[in-house]
């Protein structure tokens, strides 16, 4: 059959009208937080791929990718996806979100500056990029958030609601990062409550204790192979809230694999813990 001939049979692909480019970056960013909440297990991440002509569905625990072909019929859209997706248990915010944000960020910012090497300057870091293409300041706080949508599949896109800041840390001539989510628990930004197995090809510890108000910590550490160091605080409070506060020795991402530019992650997981045991992180004063 000529390519005439096919395209006569198939009819004309209709333009997509999505955007391919923030579905992918949200699914990503999607990812990179349920690793970080259940951090020691490396979690699949739903992604649907849309392009002219074809649409492949990524589902956890698929065996491979399916097709479906403009004018076939799409299996029917399963609503236990959304049913049973991660969502805040907690209670709603008293204060408007750019509220949160402010204050969140004047906390944060306070702590980490007492805590880090004097001389120690903060500067803008990629993971403070929301939505994609908006720079935000050093540890300035932003409002993650998506509704839970069904999609083909069986899959469900969206569901984030959380806050979100990071920034980059130069020390003389060396360089690191410092990042913190804040949400309501029971989402899908909640923090890790448990230790279990070290990722793949790391080596460190994790350790759980509770904490002078009841907290639940986990504090974790762990060294990629040939590669940077985390350090990772998990902390569930009493009232409500879900604080992770990650600092790791490099520039960019410790994911990334690049060789650690400073001896270790710019804050211990001490000064993390204080971090985020500080009473003023919360998101209900």
Known sequence: MSREQFDAAIGVVPPSTVDVDAVLDRER???????????????????????AGAVLVLAPGDPGPSFVQPGASAPP????ACRLAARPTTAPLREKANV????????????????????TTLGVHTLGQYPKGTQHGPLVFFHVFSALVPQD?????????Y??????????????????????LGGNASPATECGPAPA????????????????????????ADGPTVNRVNVAKPDGTGVIVE???TARDAK??????????????????????????????
């Open 29 to 51: 960013r999607r990812a990179r937080v349920r690793r970080v909440a259940n951090p020691w297990t490396a979690a699949c991440a739903g992604v649907a791929a849309v392009a």
């Open 163 to 184: 806050f979100m800041a990071a920034a980059s840390t130069t020390e003389k001539a060396h360089k690191g990062n410092v990042w913190a989510v804040v949400g309501r």
């Open 77 to 80: 859209p399963s609503s236990d």
């Open 100 to 119: 949160v944000a402010d204050r969140l960020t004047t906390v944060l910012t306070d702590a980490v500056r007492q805590r880090v090497a004097a001389g």
């Open 153 to 161: 599949g069986g899959v469900c896109s969206g569901g984030e609601d």
């Open 256 to 285: 990334l694999g690049d060789a650690p530019d400073m001896p270790s992650p710019p804050l211990s997981l001490g000064q993390l813990a204080e971090v985020a045991l500080d009473p003023g992180l919360t998101l209900y004063p």
């Open 201 to 224: 090809d790391t080596q460190g510890s994790c350790h759980r204790r509770t904490g002078p108000h009841g907290e639940t910590i986990v504090e974790e550490t762990f060294t990629i």
């Open 247 to 249: 600092a790791q020795n």
